[in-house]
Nanobody, 122 residues
């Protein structure tokens, strides 16, 4: 069982920045990690993913150039740096862990955090 705890969400004005963190409990094998988000009335959608080594990353088209996913395996922590935030980025952000390689669909992940709210005001 892997426990994931997100932090760093909050309220920010459009154009601002936030950095989300996802701390994972220690595991016997390093998982690939992903960030997803879910806005009210919408399905959960892929935001970014990173391989277990950090050598490969993938992003949703609308966040490319604005968001950066990274990880520090020594700290069992994954980050999502979000710059130039827009009101349409408002959602609950979830991190997830996968032991079968990173993926862009939610069912590719084995464990999920509880989510952290990000609200971007116009």
């Amino acid at each position: 069982q892997v426990q994931l705890v997100e932090s760093g969400g909050g309220l920010v004005q459009a154009g601002g920045s936030l950095r989300l963190s996802c701390a994972a409990s220690r595991t016997w094998r390093t998982p690939a990690m992903g960030w997803f988000r879910q806005a009210p009335g919408k399905e959960r959608e892929f935001v970014a993913a990173i391989s277990w080594s950090g050598g490969n990353t993938d992003y949703k088209d609308s966040v490319k150039g604005r968001f950066t996913i990274s990880r520090d395996n020594a700290k069992n922590t994954v980050y999502l740096q979000m710059n130039s935030l827009k009101p349409e980025d408002t959602a609950v952000y979830y991190c997830a862990a996968s032991y079968s390689g990173y993926d862009i669909i939610p069912r590719g992940y084995d464990y999920w955090g509880q989510g952290t709210q990000v609200t971007v005001s116009s």
